[in-house]
Protein backbone atom coordinates (compact mmCIF):
# COMPACT_ATOMS: atom_id res chain seq x y z
CA UNK A 1 0.00 0.00 0.00
CA UNK A 2 1.20 3.45 -1.02
CA UNK A 3 1.09 5.66 1.51
CA UNK A 4 2.98 8.70 3.34
CA UNK A 5 2.33 9.40 7.15
CA UNK A 6 2.70 12.62 9.08
CA UNK A 7 3.76 13.09 12.60
CA UNK A 8 5.60 15.70 15.30
CA UNK A 9 2.89 18.59 14.89
CA UNK A 10 1.64 20.35 18.24
CA UNK A 11 1.41 23.74 19.85
CA UNK A 12 4.84 25.51 20.39
CA UNK A 13 5.49 29.19 21.10
CA UNK A 14 6.51 32.26 19.40
CA UNK A 15 10.17 31.65 18.35
CA UNK A 16 9.85 28.40 19.17
CA UNK A 17 10.80 25.17 16.83
CA UNK A 18 9.32 21.63 15.60
CA UNK A 19 10.50 18.66 13.41
CA UNK A 20 8.11 17.17 11.27
CA UNK A 21 8.66 13.75 9.60
CA UNK A 22 6.99 11.92 7.11
CA UNK A 23 6.81 7.97 7.05
CA UNK A 24 6.52 6.57 3.31
CA UNK A 25 5.94 3.01 2.30
CA UNK A 26 5.13 1.20 -0.94
CA UNK A 27 7.04 2.82 -3.40
CA UNK A 28 10.87 3.47 -4.17
CA UNK A 29 11.30 6.39 -1.77
CA UNK A 30 14.54 7.11 -2.78
CA UNK A 31 13.87 7.83 -6.14
CA UNK A 32 11.16 10.49 -5.26
CA UNK A 33 10.50 14.11 -4.67
CA UNK A 34 8.62 14.22 -1.67
CA UNK A 35 7.11 17.47 -0.36
CA UNK A 36 5.72 19.57 2.66
CA UNK A 37 2.39 21.81 1.85
CA UNK A 38 0.14 23.48 4.95
CA UNK A 39 -2.99 24.95 4.84
CA UNK A 40 -3.88 27.49 7.46
CA UNK A 41 -7.46 28.35 7.97
CA UNK A 42 -9.46 29.97 5.51
CA UNK A 43 -6.63 29.70 2.75
CA UNK A 44 -5.64 27.63 0.19
CA UNK A 45 -2.72 24.73 0.51
CA UNK A 46 0.60 25.95 -0.47
CA UNK A 47 3.74 24.25 -0.68
CA UNK A 48 6.55 24.79 2.08
CA UNK A 49 9.15 22.90 0.73
CA UNK A 50 10.48 20.29 -1.97
CA UNK A 51 13.27 18.12 -1.93
CA UNK A 52 14.46 16.21 -5.29
CA UNK A 53 15.87 12.96 -5.47
CA UNK A 54 19.27 14.48 -5.78
CA UNK A 55 18.43 16.03 -2.34
CA UNK A 56 18.02 19.94 -3.97
CA UNK A 57 15.93 21.50 -1.44
CA UNK A 58 13.56 24.60 -2.46
CA UNK A 59 11.72 26.77 -0.38
CA UNK A 60 8.74 28.42 -0.28
CA UNK A 61 9.95 32.57 0.31
CA UNK A 62 7.58 32.70 4.17
CA UNK A 63 9.78 29.79 5.33
CA UNK A 64 13.19 30.57 3.90
CA UNK A 65 15.82 30.57 6.46
CA UNK A 66 13.77 29.19 9.05
CA UNK A 67 12.97 25.44 7.73
CA UNK A 68 14.99 22.63 6.74
CA UNK A 69 13.87 20.04 4.94
CA UNK A 70 16.10 16.73 4.55
CA UNK A 71 15.34 13.05 4.19
CA UNK A 72 16.56 9.85 5.27
CA UNK A 73 16.73 7.23 2.44
CA UNK A 74 17.39 4.34 4.30
CA UNK A 75 14.43 4.74 7.19
CA UNK A 76 12.01 6.25 4.17
CA UNK A 77 11.47 9.59 5.99
CA UNK A 78 11.10 12.69 5.04
CA UNK A 79 11.62 15.70 7.52
CA UNK A 80 11.01 19.58 8.31
CA UNK A 81 12.91 21.20 10.63
CA UNK A 82 10.80 24.63 11.98
CA UNK A 83 12.93 26.89 13.42
CA UNK A 84 11.99 30.53 14.98
CA UNK A 85 7.69 29.76 14.78
CA UNK A 86 5.32 32.78 14.30
CA UNK A 87 1.45 32.33 14.73
CA UNK A 88 0.95 32.61 10.74
CA UNK A 89 2.55 29.63 10.58
CA UNK A 90 -0.06 27.82 12.19
CA UNK A 91 -1.44 25.45 9.94
CA UNK A 92 -2.15 21.60 8.69
CA UNK A 93 1.05 20.42 7.64
CA UNK A 94 0.68 17.59 4.97
CA UNK A 95 3.62 15.57 2.93
CA UNK A 96 3.38 15.15 -0.28
CA UNK A 97 4.88 12.43 -2.50
CA UNK A 98 5.34 12.57 -6.07
CA UNK A 99 4.46 9.14 -7.36
CA UNK A 100 2.01 7.47 -9.23
CA UNK A 101 -1.26 10.26 -9.20
CA UNK A 102 0.42 12.02 -5.91
CA UNK A 103 0.10 10.61 -2.46
CA UNK A 104 -1.03 13.10 0.36
CA UNK A 105 -0.98 11.96 3.86
CA UNK A 106 -3.45 12.85 6.61
CA UNK A 107 -2.02 16.09 7.33
CA UNK A 108 -0.49 17.01 11.03
CA UNK A 109 -1.48 20.03 13.00
CA UNK A 110 1.11 23.04 13.77
CA UNK A 111 0.29 25.75 16.34
CA UNK A 112 2.13 28.32 16.93
CA UNK A 113 0.75 30.42 20.19
CA UNK A 114 1.89 32.36 23.44
Known amino acids: QVQVVESGGGLVQPGGSLRLSCAAS????????MSWYRQAPGKQRERVAV???????VYADSVKGRCTISRDNARNTVYLQMNSLKPEDTAVYYCYAAVLQGIWGQGTQVTVSS
Open 26 to 33: GFTFSSNS
Open 51 to 57: ITSGDVA
